[in-house]
């Protein structure tokens, strides 16, 4: 389809109000994905990234947890943390434990889907590693088992959470808490976030992490 195609397609939606409502949907979107970004709690990203950096420095691993959109979420954010721009910058050694599906069927079917990463963490956790759980609500179950592992085994912990957190709030050393109950919203700033922590540790890849420096040197002065 070409351009002049979609503004026919819009020109048709309009006179049926389509076009005004879509436009109107985006802005709000925008505008309450905007609002709670800036509501997250700068000190608490602080300490974020400073005990992600103590992963990479002591050579520890990082695991990332999280089902539906934020099990997606989960596998970006140990993608972006374990790539490397240049020899100046090491990634962090990371794992999604929402990657092997031959896994977590079986441990969902032989076990119970609560346990999916209790399990696993109960088996590759050592001191010194750190666990991300995502999760918008809060209060999954199998997110809350897995806290719960990482606390018994003295694992810190950062939640990228939603709203006040849920239960998981409770459970976890580091929360990055989005203020918003739209899940959408709460997925967008996650996915920020993880990009976010990856430019702030450096393994932001080039030109991203060239802005971000621009950016920063803009501020400071």
Not at 8 to 23: F, I, K, P, S
């Amino acid at each position: 389809m070409g351009r002049s195609d979609v503004r026919d397609d819009a020109n048709a939606l309009d006179g049926r109000g389509g076009a005004h409502r879509a436009t109107a949907v985006c802005t709000a979107f925008q505008n309450l994905v905007a609002d709670a970004a800036l509501a997250v709690e700068p000190n608490e990203f602080a300490s974020a990234v400073r005990l992600l950096d103590s992963v990479r420095t002591n050579g520890n691993c990082l695991y990332a947890i999280g089902n539906g959109g934020s099990a997606a979420t989960a596998g970006h954010l140990a993608c972006d943390l374990a790539m490397t721009s240049g020899p100046q910058v090491a990634g962090l050694r990371t794992n999604a434990l929402t990657g092997n599906t031959p896994l977590l069927s079986a441990l969902a079917n032989d076990i119970g889907y609560d346990r999916v990463f209790s399990e696993q963490l109960a088996r590759l956790l050592t001191p010194g590693d750190v666990v991300v759980a995502i999760s918008v609500s809060g209060n999954s179950p199998n997110i809350l088992e897995g806290l719960k592992t990482a606390r018994a085994r003295g694992v810190r912990t950062v939640g990228l959470l939603g709203g006040s957190g849920g239960s998981a709030a409770a459970l976890v050393d580091v929360p990055l808490l989005v203020d918003s109950d739209v899940y959408g919203v709460v997925e967008t700033v996650h996915l920020g976030l993880v990009h976010s922590l990856a430019l702030a540790l450096g393994t932001g890849r080039g030109r991203s992490q060239d802005i971000l420096e621009s950016s920063l040197d803009g501020a400071q002065g």
